[in-house]
Structure formats: C-alpha cells, structure tokens
C-alpha cells in the first residue's frame, strides 16, 4: 500500500488528483487516506494539503461533524499522556 500511495502522491496536479477539480476519485483517496491513518499506514507528506483541501469543503465538512470525526491529522495524533 505505502508504494501506492507514493505513487498516487507523484500524480497530484493541484489541490487534487485531476487539478483543481474535485472527483469521486478525491473522496476515494480521501477514505483511503483516513484508514491507512487507522492502522498506522504512513504516506507521503504530500498528502497533507490534499487533506487540508478536501476537509475545506463545505460537505466534508458537514459529514465529519455528522458522523462526529475529527479531521484526519487531528485524528491521527497520538493521545496526550496521562
């Protein structure tokens, strides 16, 4: 998987995968990138404005609070210790 998403990464053009442009594609790579975070799949910094894009939207934005998500980085941080 990590060979893949390099390679991915090496496609970008723009803030998405076809420009700026967002596709299904972009959601699909959106949810691929939130599960690789769930099981500690690193990927290509790359990605991390990718994110920021697609989080940016005004839909994503509406599902991560209805499903009551953090935004992926904030996800993946590791919890503070106690």
């Known amino acids: 998987m990590s060979q893949r998403f390099r390679w991915v990464a090496s496609r970008l053009e723009g803030d998405f995968l076809f420009g700026g442009r967002f596709t299904g594609a972009d959601a699909f790579l959106y949810v691929m990138l939130r599960w690789a975070a769930m099981v ?3 990927t290509p910094g790359i990605f991390e404005a990718f994110v920021e894009a697609v989080e940016s939207r005004g ?4 599902v991560l609070a209805a499903e009551e998500l953090q935004p992926l980085y904030a996800a993946a941080s590791p919890l ?3």
């Open 80 to 82: 503070p210790a106690t």
């Open 59 to 62: 839909a994503v934005k509406a």
């Open 40 to 42: 500690g799949l690193e």
